[in-house]
């Protein structure tokens, strides 16, 4: 192995302990910015951290995985908002430290493994200050990766390799019951290793005992939860939920950019060359293989990730720091490869085709969309990559870009996150108002907003049951019937006060049709800005008729204070 001329294997690896927790605890010492979505970490959080049941008392399209460590911080550190940052403080140091696990037990060159480590920190981890379960996900596949890598190439006792795998597995499944997509890919990259695993070692114990393993902590977390429609809620495409994944979206948004992922893979295959000719040493290399198989299957998955995970667009960009390490442990081929094979040449101009091949996919996609009848016209009933943005004239709404503007507010759930103006005016006066004050805890709220940290500030309790959903994005976590029972009750006057955030540019992310009958059957009584920065929203708070003197004699308190 070669040694670094400057520091030797040992100081590097302090060095990379270092980077991954240095870098991660960056935004403990930073006050932040109301974060867009950050309202949905923080309120399955809640929910599991005041003893809520998944599945019983409330709804969602996937598993509850990605709120388990948040919900632990919220015990340990209170809910509030900035409790979600120190929770992500840990998901980036077990995601660095489970990359950096994956290239020990692969023996890359030290030097290479560090500058690994280092573009996976500050590409994919140190951003991301927040929670998401999108960012989660994958850390999740990682360290399961991570496990399994340690079973494969660690030599150590035998029960011991077999708890490897079994945490594999754990891990995995956890990943999966994140979220479906990512997880499904860490499952399949698992067992398409483990089957080269079972060929080269011409045994299948391992797959079978992964399995096994994996099939029973799925069983054991599942079966609680079917009694309350857990087959209605988690989403495997059927109805009323649709699959996001289209093979047609995956090649259009392929060609027509993901551009480092093209030039990876170009490099990737160019270098493998030597590899492929000589294929049967190329199989029989088992560490080498495992290697290449592990590198194109995270590429191949970022492919896939960036159209079923479609928002924010930068959700796949895992991926530089694995290209990377495999790119820079061969460049000894990349220089040999274009002078000793001639069909090398070849796959050298195919993929710079490839590599830009956005400049001409723009024409070819216009006949490929014609042969197998594509249609351009979008259904927006269906929310998918193409849909969840409407095409509405917002440029002329006023939106909160200047954020030197934002100030904090006073509600301690709110601590260290600073907000637009009016959005701190507009909770300031939620929560100080006399009457919500003296009977908060006991007012039927619906809050179809961002501001989901107000369930703690006012004390308010939360709706239970299987038929309530999470949250409220039209055709993704709420469907027609929860629209329905919400109008039922809206005409009813069970609320004593509905907080609803009006983003016209999404598409029904919190239902229209809500707000058509808010105004028929509520009073309006306030109105704010919601929480955004780029896009227009405005929070507008109803009462029913009933209840309109008890929340204004809040402004008549103020007018009597100001005289």
């Not at 290697?291 to 194109?296: M, P, Q, S």
Request: glycine share 4%.
């Amino acid at each position: 192995m070669a040694k670094s001329l400057l520091l030797n294997e040992k100081q590097l690896s302090r060095l990379e302990w270092i980077i991954i927790i240095g870098f991660a605890i960056i935004p403990l010492f930073v006050s932040f910015p109301y974060r867009v979505n950050i309202f949905l970490s923080w309120e399955g959080a809640y929910r599991l951290y005041i003893g809520q049941i998944p599945y019983r008392d409330f709804g969602l399209p996937m598993g509850f995985g990605f709120w388990v460590i948040p919900a632990i911080f919220f015990k340990i550190f209170g809910p509030h908002l900035i409790t979600l940052v120190k929770a992500q403080v840990l998901i980036n140091i077990l995601s660095g430290f489970a990359f950096r696990s994956i290239y020990q037990s692969l023996d890359i060159d030290p030097v290479i493994r560090f500058c690994s480590v280092l573009i996976f920190v500050i590409s994919y981890s140190f951003f991301n200050f927040w929670p998401w379960y999108d960012h989660s996900v994958i850390v999740f596949e990682i360290i399961g990766l991570a496990f399994l890598f340690k079973y494969l190439f660690n030599k150590s006792g035998r029960t011991r390799k077999w708890i490897h795998l079994i945490f594999s597995a754990l891990f995995l499944f956890w990943s999966f019951f994140t979220k479906q997509d990512g997880g499904g890919m860490g499952l399949l990259i698992a067992i398409s290793i483990l089957l080269y695993e079972s060929y080269y070692q011409k045994n299948f114990r391992a797959l079978l005992y992964f399995t096994i393993s994996y099939l029973c902590i799925a069983l054991l977390v599942i079966l609680p939860f079917l009694p309350y429609r857990f087959g209605y809620w988690f989403n495997y495409g059927q109805p009323p939920h649709n699959a996001r994944l289209s093979i047609y979206d995956v090649i259009d948004t392929f060609l027509s950019g993901s551009e480092w992922i093209k030039f990876y893979l170009f490099i990737i295959l160019l270098q493998s060359i030597p590899l492929f000719a000589a294929w049967k040493d190329f199989l029989r290399n088992r560490k080498e293989f495992i290697f290449f198989l592990f590198t194109i299957a995270i590429i191949v998955e970022a492919i896939i990730f960036q159209v079923t995970s479609y928002t924010p667009p930068d959700n796949n960009i895992f991926f530089h720091a694995f290209a990377f390490a495999f790119i820079f442990s061969h460049f000894d081929a990349l220089r040999d490869a274009l002078h000793r094979y001639a069909f090398a040449v070849v796959i050298a101009l195919i993929g710079i085709l490839l590599w830009w091949s956005a400049t001409f996919w723009k024409y070819t996609n216009r006949i490929v969309k014609r042969i197998f009848h594509i249609e351009n016209e979008l259904n927006y009933n269906i929310v998918s990559m193409h849909t969840y943005m409407l095409p509405l004239p917002c440029d002329t709404l006023e939106t909160n870009a200047d954020m030197s503007k934002w100030v904090y507010t006073n509600v301690p759930v709110f601590h260290h996150i600073f907000m637009p103006a009016s959005t701190a005016e507009g909770v300031n006066n939620l929560v100080n108002n006399p009457w919500i004050q003296t009977e908060g805890k006991y007012l039927h709220i619906l809050n179809m907003t961002e501001l989901t940290p107000l369930e703690d500030a006012i004390g308010y309790p939360l709706e239970k049951g299987s038929d309530i959903p999470l949250w409220y994005h039209k055709g993704v976590a709420l469907f027609d019937e929860q629209i329905h029972r919400y109008r039922k009750k809206i005409r009813e006057h069970q609320y004593n006060i509905v907080l609803f955030e009006y983003i016209p540019e999404l598409n029904n992310f919190f239902p229209f049709i809500i707000r058509d009958e808010l105004y028929r059957y509520y009073i309006p009584v306030d109105s704010f800005s919601g929480p955004r920065r780029a896009s227009y929203s405005m929070i507008e708070v109803f009462v029913r008729p009933q209840d309109t003197t008890k929340y204004f004699n809040f402004s008549n308190h103020i007018n009597s204070l100001q005289k």
